[in-house]
C-alpha cells in the first residue's frame, strides 16, 4: 500500500526558507512523478513543482519559478522541495502526491506548464506553511 507522510512545514518571516519532506511507503509502477500541490483557504489546489523520477527535466509553477527547487533521495524514497525567497501569497497547506504519468504527457505538462491533480491517485495529509510579512 502506498502512503505518503509530509514534514518540515512551519511558520516564517517573508523572505525566509522552508524545506519540505515527504517520505512514500514504497515505489511503483503506479508512482514514477512526485508531486507537490498547496491550496490555500478559498483558492483551488496549485500544483507547484513535480519530479519525473530518472528524469532531469523538474516542472515547476510560474508561481514559484526561481524560488523552489525538487528534489529527490529515491534510496531513502523521500521527496524534498526547496523554498526560498517565500512570499506571504506562499502561504498554503502543502501536500504531496504521487502518480504515474506517462512520459509523452509529461512533456506536456511541461510545455503547458500546468499539473494537473487529477493525475495523482496518492496524496500525503499535507503540511501547513505560513509565511508572515
Known amino acids: 500500500q502506498v502512503t505518503l507522510v509530509e514534514s518540515g512545514g512551519g511558520s516564517v518571516q517573508a523572505g525566509g526558507s522552508l524545506r519540505l519532506s515527504c517520505e512514500i511507503s514504497?515505489?511503483?509502477?503506479?508512482?514514477?512523478?512526485m508531486g507537490w500541490f498547496r491550496q490555500a483557504p478559498g483558492k483551488e489546489r496549485e500544483g507547484v513543482a513535480s519530479?519525473?523520477?530518472?528524469?532531469?527535466?523538474?516542472f515547476y509553477a510560474d508561481s514559484v519559478k526561481g524560488r523552489f527547487a525538487v528534489s529527490q533521495d529515491v534510496a531513502r524514497r523521500i521527496t524534498y522541495l526547496e523554498m526560498n525567497n517565500l512570499e506571504p501569497e506562499d502561504t498554503a497547506m502543502y501536500y504531496c502526491?504521487?502518480?504515474?504519468?506517462?512520459?509523452?504527457?509529461?512533456?506536456?505538462?511541461?510545455?503547458?506548464?500546468?499539473?494537473?491533480?487529477?493525475?495523482?491517485?496518492?496524496w500525503g495529509q499535507g503540511t501547513q506553511v505560513t509565511v508572515s510579512s
Open positions: 502526491a504521487a502518480g504515474r504519468i506517462l512520459f509523452l504527457k509529461w512533456k506536456d505538462i511541461l510545455k503547458e506548464t500546468r499539473l494537473d491533480a487529477a493525475d495523482f491517485p496518492y
Open positions: 519530479i519525473y523520477r530518472g528524469s532531469p527535466v523538474r
Open positions: 514504497l515505489f511503483t509502477n503506479n508512482t514514477n512523478v
